[in-house]
């Protein structure tokens, strides 16, 4: 693993700490900072509780429509 996965692990990890805290703002907080350091990033289904992902792929979402936007006024 290079850092930059390291730190997302360490991200992705907080997150679903956080979710197991009943902490869903820092939870989100988390899984937004993966998306900042790598917007392509997608957590496996397998090992991640279902909320979590329920949550990231919420925002994952915003990123697909302001390209989408973007590209239909070009």
Aim: one cysteine or more; glycine letters at 0%; charged letters at 25%.
């Amino acid at each position: 693993l290079d850092v930059e996965d390291e730190i997302v692990t360490a991200h992705r990890l907080n997150a679903i700490c956080a979710f197991q805290k009943s902490n869903d703002e820092r939870a989100e907080q988390e899984l937004r900072r993966i998306l900042f350091i790598q917007p392509a990033y997608n957590l496996d289904p397998f090992v991640t509780p279902p909320p979590v992902m329920a949550i990231f792929q919420r925002l994952q979402k915003p990123k697909h429509t302001i390209f989408t936007v973007t590209m239909m006024i070009r």
